[in-house]
């Protein structure tokens, strides 16, 4: 049976203690729940969450923009390099069974989009800023009828999870 693999999205660079901590902790949760996640493999909300789920015993996986393996942070289990810089953006949403979004600039709005245009369920973390905030409970067009789910707490993002794969 193919495991279901949980693309995480958001800031490269935090200055939230709050936020790397949320990210961590979801990152523990995903791996208790035996979810496989994905990321871009390299800081901030990326190597929070890949902390946590290693911690937990999880499989990590980076989607690097260079064609370098080291760019990865010390959390990344498997470590893919691209050489695409942004047009790697694409592969984490492809590969996910769902995005999270927590925070997020310019980089995690293209992969919000890629997700969205894939027909990829996107959950928008509230609480820290940033695009996940703004679209959480929107749409982005009218391509599709559901919202980007919002969410604001661990446990609201694994029941939607569930709902969300029918798993």
């Known amino acids: 049976m193919r495991r279901i693999i949980i693309g995480v999205i958001g800031d490269s660079e935090v200055e939230n203690e709050e936020e790397l901590i ?10 208790r729940e035996g979810y496989i ?9 990326m190597e929070a969450v890949s902390r946590g789920a290693r911690r937990a015993g ?11 393996k080291d ?5 990344i ?4 390099p691209t050489s ?3 047009g790697r953006n694409i592969i984490v949403p492809l590969a996910s069974d769902v995005v999270i979004a927590i925070g997020g600039k310019a980089g995690t709005l293209s992969e919000i989009a890629y997700s969205w245009m894939h027909g990829k369920p996107i959950i928008g973390v509230v ?9 959480a409970g929107k749409r982005i067009d009218d391509r599709r009828s559901d919202v980007i789910h919002p969410a604001r ?12 794969v029918k798993s």
């Not at 999880?58 to 370098?68: D, K, M, N, V, Y």
């Not at 707490?153 to 969300?164: A, D, F, Q, S, T």
């Open 127 to 135: 609480g820290f800023g940033g695009w996940s905030e703004k679209l």
């Open 37 to 45: 996640v994905i990321n871009g493999g390299r800081g901030g909300v």
């Open 84 to 86: 695409m810089g942004w």
């Open 153 to 164: 707490e661990i446990g609201e993002i694994l029941e939607l999870i569930k709902k969300l």
């Open 22 to 31: 949320f990210a961590e902790k979801l990152g523990e949760a995903l791996a």
């Open 58 to 68: 999880g499989l990590t996986i980076g989607i690097l923009p260079s064609a370098s």
């Open 77 to 80: 289990e498997i470590a893919i």
């Open 71 to 75: 760019e990865a942070n010390r959390y």
